[in-house]
């Protein structure tokens, strides 16, 4: 009964910000590592940003480095992906996945999705005028 469940996408203007909400059901997300993915129609899955359990560590792909920022309230067993400075090329959907990686592990492969093992029905994300 581990579940994740996103939600907080929506039709935006460039320039726009929306905060995805990333809820877990059933475990802890405090021992997990937890990996934001994007794909967009006819295109691969990619990796957005991941963050180690505690949140003490961050990695942001090049293309929304400085726009996006991913964070987590364990107590509230609760990851978000803040998202300022829309742009038409974020549109996709947006997938949060958890996975048990450790903290030394997490530079090197925290952008593979096959590293995560629980993932989020995912949630569209619009950025148009």
């Known amino acids: 009964q581990r579940q994740l469940v996103e939600s907080g996408g929506g039709l935006v203007q460039p320039g726009g910000s929306l905060r995805l909400s990333c809820a877990a059901t059933?475990?802890?997300?405090?021992?997990?590592?937890i990996g934001w993915f994007r794909q967009a129609p006819g295109k691969e899955r990619e990796a957005v940003s991941y963050?180690?359990?505690?949140?003490?560590?961050?990695n942001y792909a090049h293309s929304v480095r400085g726009r996006f920022t991913i964070s987590r309230d364990n107590a509230k067993n609760t990851v978000y992906l803040q998202m300022n400075g829309l742009k038409p090329e974020d549109t996709a959907v947006y997938y949060c996945?958890?996975?048990?990686?450790?903290?030394?592990?997490?530079?090197?492969?925290?952008?593979?999705?096959?590293?995560?093992?629980?993932w989020g029905q995912g949630t569209q994300v619009t950025v148009s005028s």
């Open positions: 996945a958890a996975g048990f990686i450790s903290d030394h592990e997490l530079p090197g492969s925290g952008g593979n999705p096959g590293e995560y093992r629980y």
């Open positions: 059933g475990f802890t997300l405090g021992y997990y590592a």
């Open positions: 963050t180690s359990s505690t949140g003490g560590f961050t």
